[in-house]
């Protein structure tokens, strides 16, 4: 290395990257002193060696050969390739120069080679992997915007659960996915906390693109460059939908059981003056021969009997376990059930379709209850295809008992008027009703439900307007 080369060396010191002219044979001919400064290998140490020595054993043969199709074809060409020095390993870039530096022989093929060190950059690019990784794959839904409030990024699961494709999301505001429940201070607060540069955690309702709702807890992080300035938000969801759901069965059952205490007060309560009217009722009507007087105590005694049915109802509802429980037949209740039904005026159109699992082992209830609930269930059925006015309607009720795991299931479809989601919920609430005054007295699927729970099962119920309700028991075999 000295002036036989052209090359004006102090230029070279003046690179900020690591330099090196090699010979056409990889003779290590010159280089800066960057390269001692990275490599921290002792200066003059490398002059001579061959440029190869330094390149990770791994990666010679490539770095080789991108060497000789430079040299061989004089052309410039940029790879990726790993230096080891001193037991540690570096990234590089390597650009390849063919360059002749000798002057006396212009045929003389060197190679001029800079190397950039990109550990550091790479390391980085490892780390901003790994996190899109996380993003990528994490369950819960997350999002990236700009200052402007613009979606940049949204992961697989913020896709899946919103129901939005990624082409449709990116760009927009992540209001697209708001249900509109909160109020504006609600959404400002939120915007004037991550302004400022803090983190911001709330439970948020969304709204799929379906307009399910969709509940989550929602955190969004500011996004802070170097200097402090933020630059975007990040927004991760957690999924609240199973927490929600809880939360609302658990109000419904403690209502019921609210309910439930306080029925049992009052039948016993009432019941007793009612029991006394009751008898006073039939001495008086013994002992007049006024038959005004006749005539009025027996509406008395007519009323007082209906009050007492209700009372009986609530005492159902509240006290089924002081019956004996027996081994009891399903199916058999079921046919009885239908038996009972079928002999009502309204019933005689209709089409009763049972489908009975023969596996269904007997099981340990109150009988005459249970058949109270499927007689309830069955003349609500034959009411609701009563109601609907439709001119062209099937009248059917299908009935089916099935097996399922550790469950018996009993489903009762009625093919009558339906009723509303709003309505839905409340059908199980004492005095609800829709039937004509003195029709009904809304405690049937009340009582219905207070038995049920009280043999560890479950009721519910599905409906389509004008189409039909389904109600589906679940008694467990075992309970
Ligand atoms: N299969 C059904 N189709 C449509 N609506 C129904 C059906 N079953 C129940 N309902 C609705 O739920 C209400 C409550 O039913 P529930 O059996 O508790 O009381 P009811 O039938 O009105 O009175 P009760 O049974 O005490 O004589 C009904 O009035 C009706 O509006
Ligand atoms: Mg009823």
């Given amino acids: ?48 060696q061959s440029f190869f020595d330094i390149v990770e054993p791994s990666f010679i043969t490539k770095t080789k050969l991108a060497f000789t199709n ?28 063919p360059y002749s530096f000798n002057e006396k022989n212009a045929n003389q093929k060197d190679c001029f080679i800079i190397a950039k060190d990109i550990t550091d950059q790479r390391l980085k690019e490892i780390e901003l992997m790994r996190f899109y ?5 994490t369950v819960n839904p997350v999002q990236i915007t700009d200052l402007q409030g613009k979606m940049v990024y949204v992961n697989p699961a913020f896709v899946e659960s919103s129901g939005y494709s990624k082409e449709e999301l990116i760009g927009k505001n992540p209001s697209v996915f708001s249900s509109g429940k909160h109020s504006k201070k609600f959404w400002s607060k939120m ?32 996004i802070l460059d170097h200097e402090g300035r933020v630059t975007g938000f990040f927004g991760i969801h957690r999924d609240l939908s ?83 429980l027996q081994l009891t037949d399903i199916n058999q209740n079921i046919a009885e059930a239908v038996e009972i039904v079928k002999v009502g005026a309204k019933a005689k159109d209709i089409l ?24 309830n269930i069955l003349l609500n059925a034959v009411d609701a295809i009563a109601e609907l006015e439709d001119k062209y309607k099937i009248n059917r009720i299908t009935i089916k008992s099935e097996i ?10 009625d093919t009558g008027k339906g009723i509303s989601d709003e309505n839905l919920s409340k059908v199980f609430e004492p005095f609800y009703t829709t039937k004509k005054e003195g029709k009904g007295t809304g405690l049937g699927l009340w009582v219905s439900y207070g038995i049920v729970k009280s043999f560890q099962g479950d009721i519910k119920v599905t409906s389509t307007m004008k189409k039909g309700t389904t109600f589906t028991i679940t008694l467990p075999i075992q309970p």
Avoid at 70 to 97: Q, R
Avoid at 133 to 137: F, S
Avoid at 307 to 312: A, H, L, Q, Y
Avoid at 352 to 369: G, M
């Fill in 70 to 97: 430079c040299i061989e074809e004089s052309k410039s060409d940029n790879i990726y390739t790993k230096f080891k020095a001193g037991g540690k390993v570096f990234d590089v870039n390597l650009l390849y120069a």
């Fill in 352 to 375: 009763f379709d049972l489908d009975l699992s023969e596996k269904i082992p007997l099981l340990p209830l109150i009988s005459d209850q249970i058949q109270q609930i499927f007689v």
């Fill in 404 to 413: 399922n795991e550790d469950y018996v299931i009993i489903i009762f479809s």
């Fill in 191 to 222: 915007w004037n906390t991550i302004i400022s540069g803090k983190v911001w955690v709330g439970e948020v309702e969304n709204k799929r693109k379906n307009n399910e709702p969709f509940y989550t807890q929602l955190l969004i992080s500011p």
């Fill in 242 to 324: 199973e927490k929600k759901l809880l939360e609302k069965q658990l109000i419904h059952t403690q209502k019921m059981e609210s309910i439930g205490t306080l029925a049992a007060g009052v039948a016993h309560e009432v019941g007793n003056p009612l029991a006394s009217i009751s008898a006073l009722v039939q001495v008086v009507q013994r002992s007049t021969s006024d038959e005004f007087a006749k005539e009025k105590l027996e509406l008395i005694k007519k009323q007082v009997t209906r009050i007492s049915k209700i009372i009986r109802d609530l005492v159902d509802f509240s006290r089924p376990s002081n019956y004996e």
């Fill in 1 to 48: 290395m000295t002036k036989k080369y052209k090359f004006d060396f102090d230029l070279f010191e003046s690179f900020q990257d690591m330099c090196f002219v090699v010979s056409v044979s990889g003779e290590i001919l010159s280089l800066n002193k960057v390269v001692y400064n990275i490599l921290k290998v002792t200066p003059g140490n490398l002059i001579g």
């Fill in 133 to 137: 990784y996380v993003a990528q794959n």
